[in-house]
């Protein structure tokens, strides 16, 4: 038969207050005893004391006669001295008494000065509470029969016990109350429960009391309902998982402990194909095709491994990233994404670093040379002049290399920096000509434009003026002595104006230089951008910065001889 919660709840008030109420009964019958036994004790210490005081005035145990007359009846003094001998006894006075040092009262109150004990007295076979007192160097003991009277006397009162008999009685009535009543919630709550299980959804549930454990029951309801709702926003982000792997740019698949597939998208098994060579969607192939090896060695059983690895795998011109990572039950993830591009990226930058390093080691030599010489030799102040103004003129150049690189690096990596403006063309020309009046006086190169003077563009000022003084500078450079530059405006549409930068000089007579004048520091032939100056960025600044304003531009060789630039900007609506 299968006990209920509330009958179990019953039992065990019922045994915590048994024992309690048992452990209330005991104590207080034990103190009650002591009590009663302390006031004979205190009564026969009043005895002892009066024949004490007796004594003390006469030194004559036989005058103890006449204070037993004012003494009960029945009770018995005795005097021993310290040795123990028997000098005085009212009850037995015929025959002498055994020596009563080992009594149990006369040597504990040889030690305490007062003790008490009950026994049976050896000498006439009766019981008696005795007390001894220990006072100028002997023992008066006083004995009280202990016979039916003093055990009455020491009986506890039955009061407090039919007291505590009524309070258990009515406690365990309303513990039965209340574990009844908590008995009706937790059958409430099981049948809401198995109603669920048979169901599967949330049953009606009968009226509950208004307590802790109806708001947990309730609190049971509520939670469920937001669990089932919880599961179905789960399926839905589920879905949607599925829907942004599948459009991820990488290949992922998900594998069980066993290695069993879980999941995996349409790009894994695209690049799987790459890789392996083979017709099949299986994705088990990674785990025996040899491009695969570093990863099937990872997840080998009893290896020694990390949660994560990462390799690489190139395969027909293409470069992979493979990574693999462990979950807490074993299972794993495997990625696989085409860096192709990325690792274009990086040889590019590795090149540019290379490139850097090597313009910037020139003019550092060169000032280093320059300062050197001036630091270690008595030179003459022309000699010494001179050095010094190389040395600025590297300064300069070095400076110039810096800029750009910051220009072209601020463009490409932060362009959100650059305000957009309406920009007039023909007034920032004008501007360009008088800010490089000195160089282009000195080459005899004349700059003309042909456009209409409100020609605008949607633009930021900077970088406009960037495009319009790098080809210019590279027309002072390479254009030759007295070349003339000229800026047209040769068609425009809806989006853009598109402009015309040529100039009269020699041009490029090998084509397949045109194709790479904007990659940055490269140079038709060793040593040119060095002999004429320049940081051999500047065409790679208008290529950048006519991107940055979502224009095209291109270069060739004019029909008369020199360069052409064709590019478009914005038109300012």
Excluded at 302 to 327: M, Q
Excluded at 456 to 469: C, T
Excluded at 475 to 491: D, E, H, S, T
């Amino acid at each position: 038969m299968k006990i209920s919660y509330g009958h179990k709840l019953f039992c065990s008030f019922l045994v915590i207050f048994a024992l309690f109420t048992v452990g209330v009964a005991w104590f207080e019958q034990a103190r009650e005893r002591e009590y009663k036994i302390g006031a004979l004790e205190e009564r026969l210490d009043a005895y002892a004391g009066a024949a004490q005081a007796l004594l003390t005035r006469r030194d004559d145990p036989r005058a103890l006669d006449s204070l037993l007359m004012l003494f009960p009846p029945d009770i018995r003094l005795t005097l021993v001295d310290s040795a123990g001998r028997v000098t005085y006894d009212n009850i037995v006075r015929e025959s002498p008494l055994e020596n009563h040092a080992a009594r149990p009262e006369i040597a504990a109150a040889r030690i305490k000065g007062k003790a008490s004990d009950v026994r049976v007295s050896s000498s006439n076979n009766r019981e008696y509470l005795y007390r001894a007192r220990f006072a100028d160097g002997r023992f008066i003991r006083v004995a009280l029969p202990h016979d039916i009277r003093v055990r009455d006397f020491l009986q506890p009162d039955n009061l407090f016990l039919y007291y505590i008999a009524l309070l258990f009685v009515v406690v365990m009535a309303l513990a039965n109350y209340i574990s009844r009543r908590f008995g009706r919630s937790i059958r409430q709550l099981r049948d809401f429960t198995n109603a669920v299980d048979r169901e599967g959804e949330t049953p009606p549930i009968a009226p509950l009391p208004r307590d802790e454990l109806g708001e947990i029951v309730t609190k049971i309801a509520e939670n469920y309902h937001r669990l089932e709702e919880s599961k179905r926003e789960i399926a839905l982000e589920r879905e949607k998982l599925l829907q942004h792997v599948h459009g991820l740019e990488e290949g992922v698949c998900f594998f069980s402990a066993d290695r069993s597939v879980e999941f995996c998208n349409s790009l894994f098994i695209q690049y799987l194909k790459t890789i392996t060579d083979e017709a099949g969607q299986d994705p088990s192939l990674l785990f025996t095709d040899r491009a695969f090896a570093p990863v099937a060695a990872f997840l080998a059983p009893g290896a020694d491994r990390d949660a994560y690895f990462e390799t690489r795998v190139n395969k027909h011109g293409k470069s992979f990233a493979l990574r693999v990572n462990l979950f807490d039950d074993r299972s794993f993830e495997i990625i696989i994404n085409d860096i192709t591009n990325q690792e274009k990226t990086r040889l590019l930058k590795q090149e540019m670093t290379g490139n850097i390093t090597h313009e910037l080691r020139t003019p550092v030599t060169a000032i280093r040379g320059c300062l050197e010489t001036v630091l270690s030799r008595a030179l003459d102040p022309d000699k010494e002049r001179h050095f010094i103004r190389s040395a600025y003129h590297q300064v300069l150049a070095l400076s110039e290399l810096i800029q750009d690189m910051s220009l072209i690096t601020k463009i490409e990596e932060a362009p959100q920096t650059f305000h957009l403006e309406s920009v007039n063309i023909p007034a920032l020309l004008a501007d360009l000509c008088s800010d490089l009046e000195l160089p282009l006086q000195e080459k005899g190169v004349r700059v003309t434009w042909n456009m209409p003077e409100d020609t605008r563009v949607k633009g930021n000022r900077n970088l406009v003026y960037s495009i319009f003084r790098n080809l210019t500078d590279n027309a002072i450079r390479y254009a030759g002595n007295n070349a003339l530059v000229q800026v047209n405006l040769y068609r425009e549409d809806k989006r853009f104006y598109h402009f015309s930068y040529s100039d009269t000089g020699a041009g490029i007579p090998d084509e397949h230089h045109l194709n790479r004048l904007f990659e940055r520091f490269y140079r038709i032939n060793e040593g040119r951008t060095r002999d004429t100056g320049g940081s051999g960025l500047g065409l790679s600044i208008v290529k950048n910065a006519v991107a940055f304003h979502k224009g095209t531009i291109i270069v060739k060789n004019r029909a008369g001889g020199g360069l052409e630039f064709l590019f478009n900007l914005p038109r300012d609506a």
